[in-house]
């Protein structure tokens, strides 16, 4: 499981009167239509099958979603 | 045992379903992008792909929407499984 460069990571306040165990690190994801304020014309794009595959036609917006069910190594909940 | 459908059935559908998606994508992209030509040439090189899509699947396996949206043989083939969820 490659480092997603699209999810950040930050650490929330733990108080002392939490009831439940507190969650240490937090992600989000950035997809990169953040950073695009209007698409360029005539950018690459994937085939038809690609595309479904992907989800989008062009490669400069895909925006994998791994599920954070799985990934508990990276520190996700502890510290 | 029930009717069971040829792989062709299915390589027609993921076809139309990819085509499709590369439709909706350059719909959207051109609400936003009126003018872009060469956008506008796949959009209508890819209509035209999905209409011969479409007209191959219909000859062979009936129509994919109803109320005169598409032919149908005989005996009246809109009521014919497999329907799209059951697919």
């Known amino acids: 499981m490659s480092q ?9 306040f733990v108080g002392p009167f939490d009831p439940c165990p507190p969650i240490l690190v937090k992600s989000y994801s950035t997809p990169p239509q953040l950073f695009i304020p209007f698409q360029p014309p005539n950018w690459p794009q994937f085939s038809p099958h690609e595309a479904l595959r992907y989800g989008t036609l062009w490669p400069a917006l895909f925006s994998s979603y791994e599920s954070k069910r799985t990934k508990k190594a990276e520190g996700e909940g502890e510290a | 045992m029930s009717k069971t459908m040829d792989s062709e059935f299915y ?10 998606f590369v439709l909706v994508e350059l719909n959207l992209y051109l609400d936003t992008h009126p003018n872009d030509t060469n956008a506008i040439q796949q959009y209508n090189h890819c209509a035209q792909v999905r ?4 007209y191959n699947y219909e000859s062979r396996y009936g129509p994919l ?12 083939q809109w009521v014919d499984t497999p329907w799209p969820w059951q697919v």
């Open chain 2, 65 to 76: 929407k109803n109320f005169g949206q598409s032919y149908s043989g005989t005996p009246f």
């Open chain 2, 51 to 54: 209409q011969q899509i479409a």
């Open chain 1, 4 to 12: 997603n460069e699209q999810v950040r990571y930050y650490k929330p």
């Open chain 2, 11 to 20: 390589k027609l559908l993921h076809e139309l379903q990819a085509i499709d």
